[in-house]
């Protein structure tokens, strides 16, 4: 079984500006620290696996192939930093769709299990809101809330010292 940290995108690992979404990769903003936490995160030999709602999609303000382009150039900085993303896993729902898979529901996790062997108990989710840590609880990840620049490098020394 693997040990694995998973990662809320927007507000962790980029800038989130209540009631905006992030719609091109211009207008994608790292926060702070986030790249090298992811480093550090993955240097300390945890999968990581970002778990996001990204309703716009349901809501006509963005495509999959939008949201495609966005990740690929995320996914391409972050291993330029040094960084291992082992994947995206997203919810393309908007709240009212009522769906199984949008956080705080576990329907993303249960893609990642049919994919992955992670050791659950051992593992983390970090996460902006208590929707995140309601998730975690559910399917037993411990849960850190980071937000804003230099959570995530809070929240990675705080992983790497736990393992």
Known sequence: MD??????????INR???????LSWPEFEFLKGAIEA?????GAGYKIIIITNQSPISRGLLTEEGLA???NNMLFEIEQGGGIIEEVFHCPHAPEDKCKC????????????EKYDIDYANSWFVGDFESDRQVAELVGLKFILAKGNGGLKEAAKQIITDC
């Open 38 to 42: 992811i480093a550090e995160i993955s």
């Open 16 to 22: 989130l500006e209540l009631g905006k979404y992030v």
């Open 3 to 12: 040990k694995a940290v998973f990662l809320d995108r927007d507000g962790v």
């Open 102 to 113: 949008r956080k705080p529901e576990t329907g993303l996790f249960n893609r990642v299990n």
């Open 69 to 71: 382009v966005i990740h």
